[in-house]
């Protein structure tokens, strides 16, 4: 994992303290709200329904133990003991008082941590495959690039006041983890016919209010360029982009009025001139950075491991947790852990201080120290040895993180909506809740299979329900919450946005509503087709049909 | 109808509201809301002037209504800021905490 110098150290440090000050200048009424809300936003505080939040980065979703536990620590400390894990691989807290954030900077600067740059009009935490670097069907390891890009565009003098917030997502492998298409910028690590290591770029991607997929505006990046290349994109971006109507000041209505050819003219002219300036990075400067993400001492195992074989036959729970949580790595004996923080009936995302200093020590005894969060709102360990599975399940039984719901209906991705935040016009954790517990039989999700359900509480796209396979989105109509279902989306490779199927449900209706959706499926599904192959097929009409009647 | 005025605390960002003798309550219980549009004008005025003196954050009339003898906001937002979260009954106003 990346670790600060001694300047990146000094420079938190200095930027906690003077926020701490800023701090007391606004308590003490030297500072007016008005004067105070940007900064404290460049900070990463927020004022919600409730009190203040505080979102902290984590670096395309890598976090060690020690951070874990300070974490926990400002959970317990400083809000009512959790936190949640957001869909920009951070963590949020939900209940700070403005008066404790000078200590709580201070805390999170001795563990490397900050909250700069996680909100305003700037470029935002990048985000990756959770499985960077150990997926066994990487291509390239992205976190080095991610790094890169993390140091070139925090506090880069001239996107500080960007038309809009701004983000970025890196993936290296062929199965797209990161959502790269619903990207102001998309990075695909690839390799070309020569066997060179290049980016596939793709820009104008996005949810919100006016979703759009991003267009690929250059098949073939080589790395070295990646910087410029990204600057050029940010300049074009910088010097066209609308500040007049804030919805449509996001890189992806620009792309779109322009259209995606114009736009990556101006682009490669930009560069063309500045391609070759400080930016280039040097392949030793690549190699600096590859190192601090060099594999951990491996051991040379045997791919399968007998007592994990014989320990599935036993023990039938496992036996589920092992099929549904583990993903293949790159290494002999060892395996991808998924850690579900979507248990059924609960907030997804949510986590408290005992089970993030718990998880800490597992990451420690068989996790290299090292943890990932995902966009899924969920935990990863990337490098357990398969003999040590079975220990590992116990005691994430024991914490309450065992849910075998990886990929499946109950792993919903859903934002805080109204129970927190001061923009929602619906609540969205209440149904997240009483979705999973709908679907709460483990041979039941099994049998569904392979689906995304995302949803958000309002058409800020969050919850990312326009890419889900299948989306809620919660409205206010008239005082009411009211749902609305599309199909359709999907976040990866093949990327999609869902479509509205008709008029909203209330909280129950729709709950019985994805229900619905779901029997026809199973009635309908080819086999061995997955939910968003069988909607590809039949269209939205045999859904249609059914939850609204067909036309007469 | 009747109106408060609610607001967030600038130390700690907890929901206030306008309560007896103008002093900032945590509780809608301990808040006489208004029905003239007049005073509602001046508490309003008086909400502004606090957040000029950094008592509190984005003060706001909101409607209110009685049910079941306890005051609640009418809108589904401020009610959530009255009560807490409702997926977490265990933190906020509504347990106390
Ligand atoms: S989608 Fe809307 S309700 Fe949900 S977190 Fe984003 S802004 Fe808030």
Redesign the pocket.
């Known amino acids: 994992m990346y670790e600060y110098d001694e300047f990146d150290a000094d420079f938190v440090n200095q930027r906690a303290l003077q926020f701490g000050r800023q701090v007391e200048s606004r308590l003490s009424g030297k500072l007016s709200e008005d004067q105070f809300r940007p900064i404290r936003l460049m900070n990463g505080l927020y004022l919600q329904l409730h009190a203040y939040m505080l979102r902290v980065n984590v670096p395309y979703g890598c976090l060690n133990s020690a951070q874990m536990r300070k974490l926990a620590h400002i959970a317990r400390v400083y809000d009512k003991d959790y936190g949640h894990l957001t869909t920009r691989q951070n963590m949020q807290f939900n209940w700070i008082k403005l008066s404790d954030m000078p200590e709580i900077l201070l805390e999170l600067a001795s563990v490397e941590m900050h909250g700069i740059q996680s909100s305003g009009n700037c470029i935002r935490n990048i985000t990756a495959d959770e499985y960077a670097g150990v997926a066994a069907e990487e291509i390239e390891d992205p976190r080095v690039y991610c790094e890169l890009l993390r140091q070139w565009s925090s506090l880069h003098p001239e996107f500080s006041f960007l038309p809009r917030k701004f983000k970025i997502a890196v993936t290296g492998s062929e199965k797209d983890r990161a959502v790269v298409k619903a990207h102001d910028i998309g990075l695909r690590l690839h390799r070309n016919e020569n066997g060179e290591e290049g980016f596939e770029v793709f820009v104008g991607g996005g949810l919100g209010r006016t979703p759009f997929i991003g267009k690929s505006i250059r098949a073939f990046l080589p790395t070295e360029h990646v910087l410029s290349y990204c600057e050029a994109i940010l300049r074009v971006y910088n010097q066209l982009g609308r500040r007049d109507n804030k919805y449509k000041a996001r890189i992806k209505i620009l792309v779109h009025e322009m259209g995606s050819e114009a736009f990556s003219e101006l682009v490669e002219k930009e560069w063309a001139e500045i391609k070759q300036g400080a930016l280039a990075l040097p392949q030793a400067e690549i190699e600096r950075v590859r190192e601090f993400f060099a594999p951990p001492a491996y051991e040379a195992l045997p791919e399968e491991d007998p007592d994990f074989e014989a320990q599935r036959k036993a023990e039938p729970g496992f036996a589920l947790w092992a099929r549904q949580q583990l993903a293949a790595h790159k290494r002999a004996g060892y395996a991808i852990v998924n850690v579900s923080c979507s248990p059924v009936g609960k907030p997804p995302g949510d986590i408290s201080s005992a089970q993030m200093e718990g998880f800490a020590d597992l990451a420690d005894t068989y996790n290299f120290g090292e943890m990932r969060v995902t966009h899924n709102q969920n935990l990863v360990l990337t490098d357990v040895r398969k003999r040590d599975l079975f220990d590992l399940w116990k005691k994430l039984v024991a914490l309450g993180l065992a849910t075998a719901n990886h990929g499946l209906i109950g792993d919903t991705i859903c934002?805080?909506?109204?129970d927190?935040?001061?923009?929602?016009?619906?609540r969205?954790i209440p149904l997240a809740e009483k979705i999973s517990e709908r679907f709460a039989d483990p041979e039941r999700q099994a049998e569904i299979g392979e689906i995304y359900l995302n949803m958000?509480?309002?058409?800020?796209?969050?919850?990312h329900h326009h890419v889900g396979n299948i989306g809620i989105v919660?409205v206010d109509k008239k005082n009411t919450e009211l749902y609305q279902l599309m199909l359709g989306g999907s976040a990866e490779e093949d990327a999609s946005l869902g479509k509205i199927l008709g008029p909203g449900f209330d909280e129950d209706g729709i709950v019985d509503a994805v229900e619905t959706v779901i029997n026809i499926y199973i009635d309908m599904r080819e086999p061995n087709e997955k939910f968003i192959e069988t909607y590809r097929r039949l269209g939205p009409e045999p859904f249609k049909d059914r939850l609204y009647g067909a036309p007469a | 109808m009747q109106q408060v005025v609610i607001a967030n605390r600038l130390t700690d960002g907890v929901v206030v509201f306008l309560g007896r003798n103008r002093c900032w309550v945590e509780s809608l219980d301990d808040c006489p809301p208004t029905e003239q549009t007049d005073e509602a004008s001046a508490l309003l005025a008086l909400g502004v002037k606090a957040e000029e003196e950094q008592e509190i954050v984005g003060p706001d009339l909101i409607e209110v209504a009685s049910h079941q003898g306890t005051l609640v906001p009418v809108k589904m937002r401020e009610a959530m800021r009255a009560r807490g979260p409702s997926t977490r009954t265990d933190l906020g106003k509504q347990a106390g905490n």
Do not use: M, Q, V
Request: proline share 5%; hydrophobic share 35%.
């Open positions: 934002c805080p909506g109204l927190y935040c001061a923009l929602a016009t619906a969205s958000s509480g309002c058409i800020n796209a969050c919850g919660g």
